[in-house]
């Protein structure tokens, strides 16, 4: 795989290497990664609990989009960095509005952050690599 080409390239890289990693630590270690965004581990769940379940898709999401993100760096896929500010930007709302909400606890307000800070940094980017 070729290094990316662009300031953008990069931010889209980085987070791909980081939804492949943390997809990978929650199908392999699934209590690591509730416990480090802040949800409760019981030591047994209830019958109709489909946390692991809910997990084990959510983490293999995160894993696919690790792969897609690289592929777009790959290719240098410009549309697709655009595309992901958009819709970054969008689940920093959802994910912010969860934790004001008490639907989510507020460490998961690190995952709202990470996908507001790393739109910025791709839009930055793309305003960047356009100047050049």
């Given at each position: 795989?070729?290094?990316?080409?662009?300031?953008?390239g990069?931010?889209?890289?980085?987070?791909g290497?980081?939804?492949?990693?943390?997809?990978?630590?929650?199908?392999l270690?699934?209590?690591t990664?509730?416990?480090?965004?802040?949800?409760?581990?019981?030591?047994?769940?209830a019958?109709?609990?489909?946390?692991?379940?809910?997990?084990?898709a959510s983490?293999?999401?995160?894993?696919?989009?690790?792969?897609?993100?690289?592929?777009?760096?790959?290719?240098?896929?410009?549309?697709?960095?655009?595309f992901?500010?958009?819709f970054?930007?969008?689940?920093?709302?959802?994910?912010?509005?969860?934790?004001?909400a008490?639907?989510?606890?507020?460490?998961?307000?690190?995952?709202?952050?990470w996908?507001?800070?790393?739109?910025?940094?791709?839009?930055?980017?793309?305003?960047?690599?356009?100047?050049?």
């Open positions: 795989m070729r290094l990316p080409r662009s300031i953008a990069w931010t889209i890289a980085v987070f290497v980081l939804a492949l990693i943390m997809g990978g630590v929650g199908l270690w699934p209590e990664m509730l416990s480090s965004l802040g949800f409760e581990v019981p030591a047994t769940r019958p109709g609990d489909h946390t692991g379940t809910f997990l084990m983490s293999m999401a995160s894993f696919n989009m690790g792969v897609y993100y690289l592929l777009a760096t790959a290719t240098e896929w410009r549309a697709f960095y655009r992901t500010v958009v970054r930007l969008v689940t920093f709302t959802v994910f912010s509005i969860a934790v004001l008490d639907i989510a606890p507020g460490r998961f307000f690190g995952v709202a952050a996908e507001g800070v790393g739109a910025l940094a791709t839009a930055v980017g793309l305003w960047w690599d356009a100047r050049r």
